[in-house]
């Protein structure tokens, strides 16, 4: 088992660029979130996927796009980058339940200029 | 709506010394607690998880954890520190109640240094 892959593990971009992060997860897992994380912030939700073509908003949604065709894969879209959204974002999934423990890939550092 | 607060921003602890990083919540309904660590430029990592049952949770490394409700709290605990528990501690909650129950709620984290 791979667990929860995220490509790419660093990024910069000029503002106004779009890209996609990529997270995979290999556990058959239907819960799958993207967080961000900014130094004093801790982590918080952007959105999350209850299963393949569930998607729904979390605490700041705002600038960023997710779709989820398969169990597998969640991507998360940066339509127009902005510097705001300079961060490090992890990708987690669990299986379905509210007591289920979250696993996270190993983050992707973005750097928008 | 739920929430999670990690009074302290930095723990400094001696190596062998007993350690405690702090953590209390606020819940609608039953809580479901999670401790994380993060060691440098790496994913976070589970180290326990209070569901229900025995207010004192054992997890991975030596931790341990004591769910309190009447103090709303989930103080992450081990009785020797090492260097090697040098990291960044993240807790989390999530609500049994409520439209947002699959959303997990983080704390700000604690960074906790093991001075040899």
């Known amino acids: 088992n791979a667990g929860v892959t995220q490509t790419p593990k660093f990024q910069v971009l000029k503002t106004g660029q779009s890209m996609t992060l990529q997270c995979a997860q290999d556990m058959n897992h239907e819960y799958m979130s993207w967080y961000r994380q900014d130094p004093g912030m801790g982590l918080r939700l952007i959105h999350y996927?209850?299963?393949?073509?569930?998607?729904d908003q979390g605490e700041v949604p705002n600038g960023y796009n997710v779709s989820r065709s398969t169990t597998e894969d969640f991507p998360l879209r940066l339509l127009s980058a902005a510097p705001s959204q300079t961060s490090v974002y992890f990708c987690a999934s669990s299986s379905r339940g509210v007591f289920e423990t979250q696993y996270f890939g190993p983050g992707t550092r973005l750097l928008v200029l | 709506a739920q929430s999670v607060a990690q009074p302290e921003d930095q723990v400094n602890v001696a190596e062998g010394n007993p350690l405690t990083v702090k953590c209390t919540y606020s819940?609608?309904?039953?809580?479901?607690l999670f401790w994380y660590v993060q060691y440098p430029n790496r994913g976070l990592q589970f180290l326990l998880k209070?569901?229900?049952?025995?207010?004192l949770v054992k997890g991975s490394y030596g931790f341990e954890a004591e769910f309190n409700k009447s103090q709303t709290s989930f103080h992450l605990k081990k009785p020797s520190a090492l260097v090697s528990d040098s990291a960044l501690y993240f807790c989390a909650v999530r609500d049994s109640q409520g439209a947002g129950s699959y959303q997990l709620t983080f704390g700000k984290g604690t960074k906790l240094s093991v001075i040899p």
């Open positions: 819940v609608s309904g039953n809580p479901y």
């Open positions: 996927s209850v299963g393949a073509g569930i998607t």
């Open positions: 209070y569901i229900t049952g025995d207010n």
